[in-house]
């Protein structure tokens, strides 16, 4: 189940819908006024409507004649804000009147939220993200669901709900014995040291080895999960210094990328641990998980492997032990009772498909999960190295993700080595280009693809990537510059006078529809291809309208000013909502 927001009346879109389903209301009767005009841009006019194809066989008429009908009805209809023509078989071509499309950019400019409207009534979100692993490396698979989950959470916040960020990152389970022992044979302080640093991964197959190779290592490990599971308060002190380490290099790759997750935001799998009984005896009690083979599992309708058995979701082992599935029912209680939530979105691996299906099944099989709560699996499709492989490293390690960050700022501070900016200035640019091109690449695409994580692409200063959008935008910030004008007092008369000014207001109407929209689907990179295709509007616009120049008529350099502000602060504001830095010059 989704939510439908309720999209913004400003968009021409729905203006254009709803005027079209009034007359089919009135030609038709008051059974046909909900049904779906069909709109869409042309080739031939601004938009096209083709419900009297649609309509022709329920009303067992020409879709000609049906399509004229209509026409007439739009064209006595005094609030209809375009001219209607049919064409070919029965296409209603849609040519929207310029000084609407100019009242209604006047008013998106006299609008601090540029047309953006909000949720009503509004909700409560509750967004899964980034949700690294203290037992083993954050890599780039965790840079884009903490990259997409942030532009979830600001875009959804931005509409006025209640996002609650839950980072479920993974700080508990068995392999945390091994990694405590470890901590003591090599001794805090250094240990401390390399966690922080981001070795994690390392510091985990070294454990690993010895837990393989030392059967004195291992039974200390096993006994420190007994004592771990047992909260032993010196146990519990070194579960804490491990985790404070991991999490305090959590935190640098957050501060690099900007991205608004706090420690308050963690609500790692531990947090659950204390439920977990409960949530096994409820489920037991219920009559919803059942034993199977030693193991406590649940088996929610639908779900059948292979060989036509139904799947098991095991949620205590035979041994007694619970596992990821566990947890996550544990957390669907605890957010939609807790919490609240009216919807929870899951940014994670497209991996975990399966396991969210039969988790989000076996919650609703319960009732944990009603159906007045929304429950959706943003997958994040996988990154893949410029060889078409999983992304790592040359020697195939997995790639540090601070090293990364890094080298993206290096290569972007390269890029603009020549423009002469001094050394501070240099550096700013460079990390707002260098995590703009990062973040804006794992945005752009559809968030279920795979990817190939490319510098090169991504850095690129054309297309539609973070630098272009970045320049873009900066380039708009000049003009005001260079024309000694503050853009807050741009606020002149728009008249349409030229085909690349009416393309461009026309298209800056659609940001309020297109936030709503991407944040109702979780689909940020609509977000990314509105703004992209507003920057290609505006080059446009700039190439044939010059606004600063001399001769230019004082009422039109003033109309021109104000588009200009308007699609700066569309572009802005769009930006930020991805959580991309805008450099206020480039
Ligand atoms: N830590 C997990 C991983 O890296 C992701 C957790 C996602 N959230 C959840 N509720 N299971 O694969």
Not at 460 to 483: C, D, E, H, L, V
């Amino acid at each position: 189940m989704r939510y439908r927001y309720p999209w913004t009346m400003t968009d021409p879109q729905l203006v254009l819908t709803e005027r079209v389903q009034r007359a089919l209301g009135a030609a038709f009767g008051a059974e046909y006024s909900d049904a779906d005009p069909l709109i869409r841009p042309s080739q031939f006019a601004d938009y096209q409507a083709n419900v009297a194809m649609s309509l022709s066989k329920r009303l067992r008429r020409a879709p000609r004649e049906v399509a004229q009908e209509i026409a007439d009805r739009l064209s006595a209809d005094s609030a209809f804000p375009a001219t209607v023509e049919v064409s070919g078989p029965g296409f209603l071509n849609i040519t929207l009147d310029d000084s609407w499309i100019a009242g209604r950019a006047a008013e998106s400019l006299a609008d601090p939220r540029s047309g953006v409207g909000h949720t009503t009534p509004p909700q409560t979100v509750v967004i899964d993200y980034s949700a690294p692993n203290a037992s083993k490396e954050m890599h780039v698979g965790h840079l884009r669901t903490t990259i997409v989950g942030d532009a979830l959470a600001r875009m959804l916040e931005h509409l006025g709900n209640r996002v609650i960020r839950q980072n479920h990152i993974g700080d508990w389970g068995t392999p945390f014995g091994m990694l405590i022992e470890h901590l003591l044979d090599i001794g805090e302080q250094a240990a401390l040291a390399r966690l922080e640093a981001g070795e994690s991964s390392e510091y985990y197959k070294e454990a690993r080895a010895k837990f393989d190779s030392d059967p004195e290592f291992k039974q200390r490990s096993r006994r420190r999960v007994a004592t771990l599971q047992a909260e032993d308060p010196e146990t519990m002190r070194l579960w804490h210094l491990f985790m404070d380490a991991t999490i305090r290099y959590f935190d640098k790759v957050y501060a690099m990328l900007g991205v608004t997750l706090t420690d308050e935001d963690i609500a790692g799998e531990s947090m659950y641990n204390p439920m977990l009984a409960r949530t096994c005896d409820d489920l037991e009690a219920a009559g919803a998980a059942v034993v199977s083979e030693g193991a406590l599992c649940v088996f929610p309708p639908g779900f059948t492997g292979s060989d036509d058995k139904p799947l098991p979701l095991m949620i205590r082992k035979s041994d007694g032990g619970y596992g990821y599935a566990t947890t996550d029912m544990a957390a669907v209680r605890y957010r939609v009772n807790d919490l609240k939530a009216d919807r929870i979105l899951y940014v994670v691996g497209a991996d975990q498909a399966l396991h969210f299906r039969m988790i989000f099944a076996a919650a609703r099989m319960v009732g944990w999960l009603p159906d007045t709560v929304s429950a959706e699996h943003v997958q994040i499709g996988m990154m893949l190295g410029t060889d078409g492989r999983r992304f790592r490293t040359r020697s195939g390690e997995t790639v540090k993700l601070t090293d990364l960050l890094d080298e993206a700022v290096d290569r972007a501070r390269a890029a603009i080595a020549d423009r002469g900016y001094d050394e501070a200035t240099q550096g700013e640019i460079a990390h707002a280009v260098g995590m703009g091109a990062v973040k804006y690449a794992d945005l752009s695409v559809s968030h279920d693809t795979e990817y190939v994580f490319d510098f090169d692409r991504m850095l690129a200063f054309s297309g539609n990537t973070g630098p272009y959008m970045q320049y873009a935008t900066a380039r708009i910030r000049s003009i005001f510059r260079k024309g000694g004008i503050d853009p807050a007092t741009a606020t002149g008369t728009i008249t349409l006078g030229n085909p690349a000014e009416r393309a461009l207001a026309l298209q800056l109407l659609g940001f309020g529809a297109v936030v709503e929209q991407a944040a109702a689907l979780a689909e940020p990179h609509r977000l990314c291809a509105y703004l992209f295709e507003t920057a290609s509007a505006f080059t446009t616009f700039y190439e044939n309208c010059p606004v600063l120049k001399a001769d230019v008529d004082e009422a039109v350099r003033a109309s021109r000013l104000a588009l200009c502000a308007l699609t700066l602060r569309v572009l802005e504001t769009g930006l930020d909502l991805l959580g991309v830095p805008v450099p206020e010059r480039m």
